[in-house]
């Protein structure tokens, strides 16, 4: 089982940054593509950022463009989303997951359905 575990979360103001982590520990991410997902209206959730096995390639949906970095540390195994310039709209629960491809877009989706607990972004003043 593919398990993913999210992190980082939390209350920010609008105009604030927080970094999110998706961590595994019983595979090695470096063997995988890793997409970033919330909740949208009429989904069940949408992609937010995607990054290739070596980390060369990556993705974003055009509301996060600008203001989201992806990033992974395979020493590490873990997959980063770097939030800047938040808005109230990006409040979510933010999963990771491995996906089926970082390009195009529509091709970034879970490729085993399988999702973790999520983590919780606030952002309000």
Avoid at 48 to 56: D, E, N, T, Y
Avoid at 110 to 119: K, L
Wanted: charged share 15%; net charge positive.
């Amino acid at each position: 089982q593919l398990q993913l575990v999210e992190s980082g979360g939390g209350l920010v103001q609008p105009g604030g940054s927080l970094r999110l982590s998706c961590a595994a520990s019983a595979f090695r991410v470096d063997f995988y593509a890793i997409g970033w997902f919330r909740p949208a209206p009429g989904k069940e959730r949408e992609v937010v950022s995607c990054i290739s096995m070596g980390g060369g390639s990556t993705n974003y949906a055009d509301s996060v463009k600008g203001r989201f970095t992806i990033s992974r540390d395979n020493a590490k195994n873990t997959v980063y989303l770097r939030m800047n310039s938040l808005k109230p709209e990006d409040t979510a629960v933010y999963y990771c997951a491995v996906v089926q491809s970082v390009a195009p877009l529509a091709r970034c989706i879970n490729r085993y359905s399988q999702w973790g607990q999520g983590t919780q972004v606030i952002v309000s003043s």
